[in-house]
């Protein structure tokens, strides 16, 4: 299997160097909008702190944390009114008393698209007959797998292999591979992790179904594009919490850092070279079983139209109920400064269960 990675990535490579890459700051930008509705409540600080299903895709080191034999989600979405609709389920289980393994899909779309390119028929009649619809879909497929290093005491380490598949209807479809790398660390109260996504940069080869835009692009003079290559750079996330009780009540603060190597972002620190993003969530417990959750991201700076700036940051909450095994978590996404028609509500189901439940 190593072997095989390795000639992936060369070949990979060998192309990179002879022909054009494109490298933009938001490729694959669908990873980035996160799973699971109490990342979402806190802001999506989650990598020092995850510790279910879900560490698949936020820090797959988290898988070890799972105290049941097998952990299930399913989580359903929806942005920009409902125009775009975002689906995610994943299943994972331990291995043995070192291990874990974890399996996920996402899938962020757009369906039932017009194309309206026939619209007038041969006479310059309107047919709405011939109008066809189409979809735009993106799909993330993780397999992770984690390991504990008992030599290193609360040592937790995990990667994800991950296969990228794009496709906006017929006319253009991208298959993607990447690499993440998280580790986790335990210190009484503490919580540390790390995550490195796109470690070795996750390449998408795109093909272009050129013959069905050949029309399009005569009339707007635009060069016919065959294939491309399109490259998402590696992104550092580093996190820290801390957990303390009192009576039946748990508080659990929790810090994320997003280090971006892509040049400069609208964030709250930011240079030349790349740019840090901090997260800061809060969920706070009773009894294990009612959860209220708050967050902090997406520090900007944003232009008045004379030129001055004013900082923004989107806030985020949620509750989360949790019963002999059954998890329903909710979300609040995109408030504060954001007008209304962009909330995002955010909807997870969990479920728990040991061998001795079947």
Not at 20 to 46: H, I, S, W
Request: hydrophobic share 45%.
């Amino acid at each position: 299997m190593q072997k095989l990675l390795i000639i992936f990535y060369l070949t990979c490579f060998s192309f990179a160097i002879q022909a054009q890459v494109n490298t933009p700051k938001y490729a694959n930008e669908f990873l980035a909008l996160g799973v699971g509705a109490r990342a979402a409540a806190m802001g999506d600080a989650q990598v020092a702190i995850v510790d279910d299903v879900t560490s698949g895709y936020w820090n797959p080191a988290g898988l070890l944390n799972q105290t049941n034999d097998y952990n299930g989600v399913l989580q359903h979405a929806v942005y920009f009114s409902g125009i775009a609709k975002f689906d995610y389920a994943a299943f994972s289980m331990p291995l043995d008393s070192l291990s874990a393994i974890g399996f996920s899909i996402i899938r962020f779309g757009i369906d039932d698209i017009p194309d309206t390119r026939f619209l007038y028929d041969a006479n310059g009649a309107v047919n709405y007959d011939n109008v066809r619809f189409f979809s735009a879909a993106d799909y993330g497929f993780f397999a992770s797998y984690a390991r504990k290093l008992p030599i290193l005491g609360g040592l937790n380490i995990g990667g994800n292999f991950k296969i990228i598949h794009r496709k906006a209807g017929q006319f253009a479809t991208g298959w993607g591979f990447g690499l993440d790398a998280g580790a986790q660390y335990k210190l009484k109260q503490w919580q540390f992790g790390a995550m490195f996504r796109d470690i070795t940069g996750t390449f998408t080869a795109w093909s272009y179904n050129s013959d069905s835009l050949t029309s399009t692009f005569t009339q707007t003079g635009n060069i016919i594009p065959s294939t491309s290559l399109e490259v998402a750079l590696p992104r550092l996330v580093l996190g820290a919490a801390y957990q303390f009780n009192y009576k039946k009540f748990g508080f659990l603060p929790t810090l994320d850092v997003i280090i971006t190597f892509d040049g400069k972002r609208n964030t709250l620190f930011k240079s030349s070279l790349g740019a840090i993003d901090p997260v800061v969530g809060l969920e706070i417990s009773y009894a294990s079983i009612a959860f209220v959750r708050m967050g902090v991201k997406n520090y900007q700076e944003l232009k008045n139209f004379d030129g001055t700036t004013y900082p923004i940051a989107e806030t985020t909450f949620g509750l989360g109920f949790n019963y002999r095994g059954i998890s329903l978590d909710y979300a609040l996404t995109s408030v504060g400064e954001q007008t209304e028609s962009l909330y995002t509500h955010v909807f997870s189901f969990m479920v728990n269960l040991d061998k001795k439940d079947e």
